[in-house]
């Protein structure tokens, strides 16, 4: 049974940085792309970053682009998503993702979800 599970959320101020971090368990991590999505109070779910098997390949939504880097440690079976520089308009639930292949592509071929942790970035 795949399990995904995400740790890391918390009350921020703007400006501050938080390391989300995600694990993955049930099958070979190493042969699946994993990515972040998030949802804010009454909005649907967005995508966030994404990053291949092999961690070679990264994309980013715009409105994070510069400020979220997405990583993976492989040995560890974990996917982490540094913020930077939050604002208030980063205030969601983030969500830890495993998609069905070893790529990103399609965006939503996503396996597996996690339960969510909450991100408050206060202005």
């Known amino acids: 049974q795949v399990q995904v599970e995400e740790s890391g959320g918390g009350l921020v101020q703007a400006g501050d940085s938080l390391r989300l971090s995600c694990t993955a368990s049930g099958r070979t991590f190493v042969s699946y792309a994993m990515g972040w999505f998030r949802q804010a109070p009454g909005k649907e779910r967005e995508f966030v970053a994404a990053?291949?098997?092999?961690?070679?390949?990264?994309l980013y939504a715009d409105s994070v682009k510069g400020r979220f880097t997405i990583s993976r440690d492989n040995g560890n079976s974990m996917v982490y998503l540094k913020m930077n520089s939050l604002k208030s308009e980063d205030t969601a639930v983030y969500y830890c993702?495993?998609?069905?292949?070893?790529?990103?592509?399609?965006?939503?071929?996503?396996?597996?979800w996690g339960q969510g942790t909450q991100v408050t970035v206060s202005s």
């Open positions: 993702a495993q998609y069905n292949g070893t790529l990103y592509y399609p965006l939503d071929g996503i396996d597996y």
């Open positions: 990053i291949s098997w092999s961690g070679a390949g990264t």
